[in-house]
């Protein structure tokens, strides 16, 4: 089919045109089927068109599609806030909604400039935090994201991130907090500072989980000088890294959780938590948006939560985890190609020596194993999987097969 009337500035993985999608595979309108292991770019946490969803969905659109969160609120608003209090870090009860990603960190942004009057931003270098100017002000995972679209917004000031491929991660650890503190000492003091916004697991920079310590030293220094701790949980959270939120494998408190992607399985849908003491602060009216809180997308939530909680959920996440991140490890045996493999459940990263092979085992993923896969990182060097969390042992059994052979044919 034609593209022509398309916008060209969408980046492309494949040229595949879909016709519909089930579980872990999408089939096209040529007949073909593919194994997605991009899960839509960690959002279909459920699979496609998970049946119970699904459901949830069309019942919903039969009862109604819209209703203005400032207009009138709706049946599903509160039990999914509700629902969101009991799976969410401690003291997080207070929630809004929006539609993607970016919108949920800009929303955590404006909340954290009114909650504690103070006008700057910390990031750390790699992150991504959406496409919004806001939120691209905020993004250093590749230039291209920021580029040509100057000015952005001011007040955020990037600290660095450890390098976990470094022979001393702790040495690496040190010096990342030393660079915080002299942002603090010399750059942004506390009192002008209201937040702090993390990938607990930097998703488009890399799929690199904070080393150990880390994200505790940062939390610590938030609560001395009175700073909000953001988590961006967009893409590691909903169960993405075999917990319902990626910060549960730290000692970290945060005062912001960031949600969206896997929240309503590729509903559009996002969520900020926070608490109520924090939210009380956020004057009535200064922020909003006339999606929010779409009751489809409510439904969607609520039937994905659902699907997640379910009786040995979780454990499947963890099991095929850890059968995908040792059959790469296995690879790496006997493939010098791959220099390092990163996981926490199924936020899986396979890292390779150059991005010209990283590429060429992508095509060749595609071309002959039917696999996709996507890249991570400034480098191109990152191949990361994000399954569905619905995944099969035999559909990662495919996976590493076709990894196995584009390893031999390809690099
Ligand atoms: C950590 C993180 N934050 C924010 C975003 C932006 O989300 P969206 O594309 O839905 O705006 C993304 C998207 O990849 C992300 O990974």
Avoid at 121 to 138: K, L, N
Avoid at 258 to 284: H, V, Y
Avoid at 377 to 382: E, S, V, Y
Wanted: aromatic fraction near 8%.
């Amino acid at each position: 089919m034609s593209t022509d009337n398309l916008s060209h500035v969408w980046f492309k993985v494949t040229d595949l045109e879909v016709a519909s999608g089930e579980g872990s595979w999408v089939t096209t309108t040529s007949g073909d089927r593919y194994l997605d292991f991009s899960g839509g770019i960690a959002v279909t946490s459920t699979g496609h068109s998970h049946p119970h969803v699904t459901k949830a969905i069309a019942d919903q659109a039969q009862r109604f599609v819209h209703a203005q969160a400032n207009v009138y609120t709706h049946d599903l608003m509160q039990p999914l806030a509700a629902r969101l209090a009991e799976l969410s870090p401690a003291g997080i009860d207070t929630f809004f909604y929006a539609n993607s990603g970016a919108e949920i960190t800009e929303a955590a942004v404006k909340l954290a400039k009114q909650a504690t009057g103070r006008p700057n931003i910390i990031v750390f270098q790699g992150s991504f935090h959406g496409r919004t100017h806001q939120a691209m002000a905020m993004t250093t995972s590749k230039t291209v994201y920021r580029a040509g679209h100057a000015p952005l917004p001011s007040g955020i000031f990037i600290a660095p991130y450890p390098n976990v491929r470094a022979d001393d991660v702790q040495a690496e650890v040190a010096r990342a907090l030393a660079g915080f503190d002299e942002l603090l000492t010399s750059v942004t003091a506390p009192s002008e500072t209201a937040a702090v916004i993390i990938e607990p697991v930097l998703g488009e920079g890399g799929y690199v989980a904070a080393p150990a310590g880390f994200l505790e030293e940062i939390d610590r220094r938030c609560k001395q000088h009175g700073m909000l701790f953001i988590a961006d949980e967009v893409q590691s959270g909903f169960g993405r890294t075999g917990k319902m939120f990626a910060i549960e494998h730290f000692d970290v408190q945060p005062d912001i959780v960031c949600m969206a992607k896997g929240i309503a399985s590729g509903f559009p849908f996002s969520a900020l938590g926070t608490r109520r003491e924090l939210d009380d602060k956020w004057p009535t009216g200064s922020h909003g948006g006339t999606y929010g809180g779409n009751p489809m997308g409510c439904a969607a939530a609520l039937a994905t939560i659902e699907v997640l909680t379910a009786d040995g959920f979780m454990a499947n996440v963890n099991e095929r985890g850890r059968q995908l991140a040792d059959g790469l490890r296995r690879l790496q045996e006997h493939h010098d190609a791959i220099v390092q493999v990163r996981a926490l459940g199924l936020m899986i990263a396979a890292q390779f020596d150059t991005a010209a092979r990283t590429s060429a085992i992508v095509s060749h993923c595609l071309r002959e194993g039917n696999l996709i896969t996507m890249t991570a990182g400034a480098a191109g060097t990152t191949l990361r999987f994000m399954p569905p969390l619905t995944v099969t042992s035999e559909e990662i059994t495919i996976a590493l097969a076709a990894l196995d052979k584009a390893l031999v044919e390809a690099a």
